[in-house]
């Protein structure tokens, strides 16, 4: 496993984990990260990410995307 942040935009992964507390992994679990759901990662900004996940694009910190693990 490896977290979303090294994933090459583009490309599908699954969500294998989601690390982190349970008030964060509830967060990231509302806006449609859960195990087993595919994103792609659209573009790597300076200091965030824009994902897609469930048809929808999301805007992600690093330290946010590092919980993500694929």
């Known amino acids: 496993m490896m977290p979303l ?3 090459s935009p ?3 992964v699954t969500i294998r984990k989601i690390t ?3 008030d964060v ?3 990231l679990a509302e806006m449609g990260f859960v195990v087993d759901t595919d ?4 573009s790597d900004l300076s200091g965030s990410l824009i994902v ?3 048809n929808c694009r999301v805007a ?5 995307a590092n ?3 694929i």
């Open 5 to 7: 942040t090294m994933a």
């Open 10 to 12: 583009g490309e599908p």
């Open 20 to 22: 982190g507390k349970d």
């Open 25 to 27: 992994r509830q967060h």
């Open 39 to 42: 994103v792609t990662v659209i």
């Open 52 to 54: 897609q996940v469930k």
């Open 60 to 64: 992600l910190d690093k330290g946010m």
């Open 67 to 69: 919980r993500i693990l």
